[in-house]
């Protein structure tokens, strides 16, 4: 499934959130980050180098975890991948702009040949959805993103980023999806201080504060239930001659 996190320039990732998004996928984590108009990436099986970077660097930043569904286990498909007509696989570079994606993309192999019969030559080596969509992108423009299937996609240039489908705003970050979380729900530590204190059943409140004290005695003294509900029997009784 992935994780894609959009993280603006005035917040950070805490540690164990980076820990969380990777365990829950585990195939290798990148990060990415503007420096003089364009955008530098890392990819990394290092959780603490990602977290130190993330630190380290000022501006916008996004951090993508890999789980894979379409293409090999493998550090040369970890996000992101460069958006050219080589769509390199280096673990660290720096170009105009870069793709991430969450999701699944069937498609991809079909478009290739697509491309290629148009006279445009497929990069060599690992390939994924992902990375076909970098290179398709620098062919077609961002709009082609639309036409890949229901993923959420990532397009961060060095002036901008702009994200495609659904996503999940928390601590200030923008998650793709929210499956890294715990399933087991945190324990409530507000249980002691939220118990009612216990009340005598025989109690009677202040009268004053409820309004007409001779009917509110009659509902808390137990001893007139079987008069109370003949005077509202009785009183049901004159409402409906009343209305005659």
Not at 186 to 193: I, L, S, V, Y
Not at 223 to 236: C, H, P, T
Request: with cysteine; charged share 25%.
């Amino acid at each position: 499934m992935c994780v894609v996190m959009i993280i603006p320039k005035d917040v950070r990732p805490s540690l164990e959130t980076l820990r969380l998004c990777e365990r829950a996928n585990p195939h290798g984590g990148g990060i990415a980050w503007r420096t003089a108009g364009s955008v530098e990436w890392l990819k990394t099986n290092d959780v603490a180098e990602i977290d130190k970077l993330a630190l380290k660097m000022k501006g916008e930043l996004v951090i993508h975890f890999r789980i894979a569904s379409i293409g090999a286990v493998c550090n040369e498909l970890r996000h992101p991948f460069p958006i050219s007509k080589k769509s390199k696989l280096d673990e660290r570079g720096r170009t105009g702009s870069v793709l991430f994606q969450n999701g699944t993309w069937s498609g991809y192999a079909e478009a290739l040949k697509f491309a290629e019969g148009e006279g445009h030559k497929v990069p060599e080596g690992e390939m994924s959805d992902s990375r076909a969509a970098a290179f398709l992108v620098s062919i077609y423009g961002h709009e082609f993103l639309k036409k890949c299937g229901y993923s959420r996609w990532v397009v961060m240039s060095g002036t901008e980023t702009t994200r495609y489908g659904d996503w999940y705003k928390r601590d200030g970050i923008y998650f793709s999806n929210l499956h890294w979380l715990p399933s087991a729900p945190p324990k409530c530590q507000e249980t002691k201080a939220r118990a009612f204190p216990a009340v005598e059943q025989t109690e009677i409140p202040d009268l004053d504060d409820l309004g007409d004290a001779e009917t509110t005695r009659e509902l808390y003294d137990l001893s007139l239930v079987s008069d109370y509900w003949a005077k509202v029997k009785g009183s049901k009784q004159g409402q409906k001659i009343g209305k005659i």
